[in-house]
């Protein structure tokens, strides 16, 4: 027994060397050895095997019909405005054919809507060998149930744990750096330290999801002073855009070993975390950030003004509070590549910790980040102007779509408003064709 | 991966009455299990995640005619508390837009249960026929929106519209006459000649999967 005892100790032992001298030493350091570019490279030539056969797999001749990516959705839907549409169906001022137009329209939505589909993950072109995103796809031969299995085994027995240990390890040395420069007193030392743990730290943790990143426009990274600004996927970006460079966090306090992790790295650098109570006053939030902003020195700001996570297809309606503190917007545009691993953190379905888990037994975190030219407010622009503006930006540079929606609708309904809207639209139009006026008995028209 | 994937005799037979194919059907199983919580039947109070359809005047309406029982299935009444899959199929399938295999009697069969459907809708207390107080009921409905518009002129838009129905289904009318209301009948004359069938479909796209087993 005490040998096998030994040989575990000592097996223990060996892997976390490997683990140090392959993996930690290189990120602290900033280097690379070019282990997961290999990995990378074989993980691609497997997918593409793996799609060909699926392809190949396809016997029956296709019938030439409508085709479409899954993202677009099942049905085409037909954007002729309301004033034409029920134009075409007058004869009179007013008909039983108006209900048609609306009738069509709710059906439509009833099949399929903009916003809900954007709460769940996106949809594959093409099967991946990961059992959670085989919706469509069905058993094709044997040699791709072979791969599909060593994949589980490669995945779960040797990705797994070696991802794990490095978590472990990043977060450890975030914790212990971190508090160990807040020790210092202020001083330029001290920032600079801070920076080189923060950095070694988010690129250990990166390396624990096989995160492949490719920072495009390098020369317009967010400068001191201002304010960061991107779409929100999951509670990966932090550490996705930490990696290359520092910025101070905005958030809520949490309990537990997000809350251990935040009064650490309070200690060393400015982040600026708010007590639940605080998040809702409104003015509390803006003094702090406009006070941080006016400091020149301090790092800039990183903000996710959707609010929450969207599954990285579009970009939802920016709130407004980001925008109102002013300063230099620095937009920056976040897209992750679901072939090899989905990101999104879908939190009502899966609570944190089981999220962490399918991150760490997917393939890879693959992402594309392009910082973007800096953005000011334009003058007698007003803040949801400007959040709109920036949130185009985002969502050309980074091929997502873009939907008027609040982010919030995730968990609230519509607010009666908008339904008065289109109800307003219509009866203009009845009101516009003079209808009220000819039927009326003397009531003002519009 | 082992599993085979067959064709159950259930989906064929759903594919037939509703006209779907069983790509769209399976998307649509999914978009069932989406707005039903993964619960086997849909209620009400499910449709109240969908914000798309907040936007629609007469969303209510819509929602009702799911529940509505002469539209599941023939010579029934009443209002259903829940629907399941089958139903909700069946509901979806009066907007399938026309074939081009479909011979006349079909096409005539087709544009009568469209029209049905629409019938039922605006017949809110399941007589049969559509009193002046149900129609007014939908233009109110579809115009409440509006602070310029009073009720007074949602009304006299309704009582002019039945008028116009009024003399296409019975003619000229004596002064003694009452107008009771338009029934399916009358219905269907008001719509002769009008083509309703391309405004009443949704084009469900052809969703091919990537990969079949035979």
Same mark, same amino acid.
């Given at each position: 027994m005490e040998e096998v005892g030994w040989a575990l100790a000592r097996l223990g032992a060996a892997w976390l060397g490997l683990v140090l001298a392959f993996i930690v030493v290189p990120s602290a350091l900033g280097l690379s050895l070019g282990i997961s570019e290999a990995y990378m490279r074989v993980l691609v030539k497997t997918l593409e095997w793996a799609t060909i056969r699926i392809e190949k797999g396809v016997k029956k001749p296709q019938p030439q019909m409508l085709k479409t990516p899954a993202a677009n959705g099942i049905i085409e839907r037909d954007e002729t405005p309301m004033e034409k549409e029920i134009a075409r169906l007058h004869r009179v001022d007013f008909e039983f054919s108006d209900i048609f137009y609306f009738c069509r329209k709710g059906? #439509?939505? @009833?099949?399929? =809507? +903009?916003?809900?589909?954007?709460?769940?993950? *996106? #949809? !594959?072109?093409?099967?991946?060998?990961?059992?959670?995103?085989?919706?469509?796809?069905?058993? @094709?031969? $044997?040699?791709? %149930? /072979?791969?599909?299995?060593?994949?589980?085994?490669?995945?779960?027995?040797? $990705? !797994?744990? !070696?991802?794990?240990?490095?978590?472990?390890?990043? /977060?450890? &040395?975030? @914790?212990?750096?971190?508090?160990?420069?807040?020790?210092?007193?202020?001083?330029?030392?001290?920032?600079?330290? &801070? *920076?080189?743990?923060? !950095? %070694?730290?988010?690129? @250990? $943790?990166?390396?624990? $999801? &096989?995160? %492949?990143i490719r920072y495009h426009n390098k020369e317009n990274k967010p400068q001191k002073g201002g304010i960061c600004v991107a779409n929100h996927t999951s509670p990966i970006d932090a550490i996705i855009l930490t990696n290359d460079g520092c910025y101070a966090m905005v958030g809520q306090v949490h309990g537990g070993l997000m809350g251990v992790i935040q009064r650490a790295t309070v200690k060393a650098c400015p982040h600026v975390w708010f007590e639940r109570s605080e998040i809702k006053d409104r003015h509390l939030v803006t003094k702090r950030l406009r006070e941080h902003v006016a400091d020149k020195s301090k790092l800039p700001i990183l903000i996710f003004p959707e609010g929450t996570c969207i599954n990285n297809t579009s970009v939802m309606m920016f709130k407004k509070g980001s925008f109102e503190i002013g300063g230099t917007i620095y937009p920056v545009a976040i897209k992750y590549d679901p072939q090899f691993g989905d990101a999104f953190w879908n939190s009502s379905k899966y609570n944190i910790v089981s999220y962490l888990l399918r991150i760490m037994t997917s393939w890879a975190i693959v992402c594309n980040v392009w910082y973007m030219p800096p953005m000011v407010r334009k003058e007698g622009e007003d803040a949801v102007q400007f959040a709109n503006r920036v949130r185009s930006a985002i969502a050309r540079q980074g091929g997502l779509t +873009?939907?008027?929606? =609040?982010?919030?609708?995730?968990?609230?309904?519509?607010? =009666?408003?908008?339904? +008065? +809207?289109?109800?307003?639209?219509?009866?203009?139009?009845?009101?516009?064709?003079?209808s009220i006026g000819s039927l009326s008995t003397g009531t003002e028209s519009d | 991966m082992g599993s085979a994937h067959s064709v159950p005799a259930e989906m064929r037979e759903l594919a037939d009455r509703t006209g779907f194919t069983s790509e769209q059907i399976e998307h649509l199983h999914r978009r069932f299990k989406q707005l039903s919580r993964d619960q086997l039947t849909i209620r009400k109070e499910n449709f109240d995640s969908i914000p798309d359809l907040e936007f629609n005047p007469i969303r209510g309406k819509i929602v009702h005619a799911f529940f509505d029982k002469r539209n599941l299935r023939p010579e029934s009444d009443g209002l259903a508390d829940e629907i399941n899959f089958e139903d909700f199929l069946t509901i979806m399938s009066y907007f399938r837009p026309i074939e081009m295999n479909m011979d006349e009697e079909q096409l005539d069969r087709f544009r009568k249960e469209k029209l049905k459907f629409l019938f039922h809708m605006y017949d809110s207390d399941h007589d049969g026929k559509i009193t002046l107080q149900e129609y007014r009921n939908v233009v109110e409905e579809l115009l409440s929106g509006n602070p310029h518009l009073e009720k007074e002129s949602a009304r006299s838009i309704a009582d002019g519209a039945m008028m116009e129905a009024a003399s296409i289904c019975v003619g000229q009318m004596g002064p003694d006459q009452v107008y009771e209301g338009i029934t399916f009948e009358d219905f269907l004359k008001m719509w002769q000649g009008i083509d309703i069938e391309t405004k009443m479909h949704v084009r469900f796209l052809n969703m091919e999967t990537i990969a079949h087993c035979y």
């Amino acid at each position: 027994m005490e040998e096998v005892g030994w040989a575990l100790a000592r097996l223990g032992a060996a892997w976390l060397g490997l683990v140090l001298a392959f993996i930690v030493v290189p990120s602290a350091l900033g280097l690379s050895l070019g282990i997961s570019e290999a990995y990378m490279r074989v993980l691609v030539k497997t997918l593409e095997w793996a799609t060909i056969r699926i392809e190949k797999g396809v016997k029956k001749p296709q019938p030439q019909m409508l085709k479409t990516p899954a993202a677009n959705g099942i049905i085409e839907r037909d954007e002729t405005p309301m004033e034409k549409e029920i134009a075409r169906l007058h004869r009179v001022d007013f008909e039983f054919s108006d209900i048609f137009y609306f009738c069509r329209k709710g059906f #439509e939505a @009833i099949v399929e =809507d +903009e916003v809900t589909q954007r709460f769940s993950s *996106e #949809e !594959l072109v093409s099967w991946n060998l990961l059992t959670r995103t085989n919706v469509n796809f069905h058993y @094709i031969s $044997l040699r791709l %149930t /072979i791969v599909w299995g060593i994949g589980v085994i490669v995945r779960y027995c040797f $990705l !797994l744990p !070696l991802r794990f240990t490095l978590a472990a390890i990043g /977060i450890t &040395s975030m @914790i212990v750096g971190t508090t160990m420069v807040g020790q210092l007193p202020n001083s330029s030392v001290k920032n600079y330290l &801070s *920076e080189v743990v923060h !950095l %070694t730290c988010s690129r @250990i $943790l990166v390396r624990a $999801l &096989s995160g %492949t990143i490719r920072y495009h426009n390098k020369e317009n990274k967010p400068q001191k002073g201002g304010i960061c600004v991107a779409n929100h996927t999951s509670p990966i970006d932090a550490i996705i855009l930490t990696n290359d460079g520092c910025y101070a966090m905005v958030g809520q306090v949490h309990g537990g070993l997000m809350g251990v992790i935040q009064r650490a790295t309070v200690k060393a650098c400015p982040h600026v975390w708010f007590e639940r109570s605080e998040i809702k006053d409104r003015h509390l939030v803006t003094k702090r950030l406009r006070e941080h902003v006016a400091d020149k020195s301090k790092l800039p700001i990183l903000i996710f003004p959707e609010g929450t996570c969207i599954n990285n297809t579009s970009v939802m309606m920016f709130k407004k509070g980001s925008f109102e503190i002013g300063g230099t917007i620095y937009p920056v545009a976040i897209k992750y590549d679901p072939q090899f691993g989905d990101a999104f953190w879908n939190s009502s379905k899966y609570n944190i910790v089981s999220y962490l888990l399918r991150i760490m037994t997917s393939w890879a975190i693959v992402c594309n980040v392009w910082y973007m030219p800096p953005m000011v407010r334009k003058e007698g622009e007003d803040a949801v102007q400007f959040a709109n503006r920036v949130r185009s930006a985002i969502a050309r540079q980074g091929g997502l779509t +873009e939907l008027p929606w =609040d982010g919030g609708l995730k968990r609230a309904k519509v607010k =009666d408003t908008f339904k +008065e +809207e289109q109800q307003k639209n219509y009866s203009k139009m009845l009101v516009r064709n003079g209808s009220i006026g000819s039927l009326s008995t003397g009531t003002e028209s519009d | 991966m082992g599993s085979a994937h067959s064709v159950p005799a259930e989906m064929r037979e759903l594919a037939d009455r509703t006209g779907f194919t069983s790509e769209q059907i399976e998307h649509l199983h999914r978009r069932f299990k989406q707005l039903s919580r993964d619960q086997l039947t849909i209620r009400k109070e499910n449709f109240d995640s969908i914000p798309d359809l907040e936007f629609n005047p007469i969303r209510g309406k819509i929602v009702h005619a799911f529940f509505d029982k002469r539209n599941l299935r023939p010579e029934s009444d009443g209002l259903a508390d829940e629907i399941n899959f089958e139903d909700f199929l069946t509901i979806m399938s009066y907007f399938r837009p026309i074939e081009m295999n479909m011979d006349e009697e079909q096409l005539d069969r087709f544009r009568k249960e469209k029209l049905k459907f629409l019938f039922h809708m605006y017949d809110s207390d399941h007589d049969g026929k559509i009193t002046l107080q149900e129609y007014r009921n939908v233009v109110e409905e579809l115009l409440s929106g509006n602070p310029h518009l009073e009720k007074e002129s949602a009304r006299s838009i309704a009582d002019g519209a039945m008028m116009e129905a009024a003399s296409i289904c019975v003619g000229q009318m004596g002064p003694d006459q009452v107008y009771e209301g338009i029934t399916f009948e009358d219905f269907l004359k008001m719509w002769q000649g009008i083509d309703i069938e391309t405004k009443m479909h949704v084009r469900f796209l052809n969703m091919e999967t990537i990969a079949h087993c035979y």
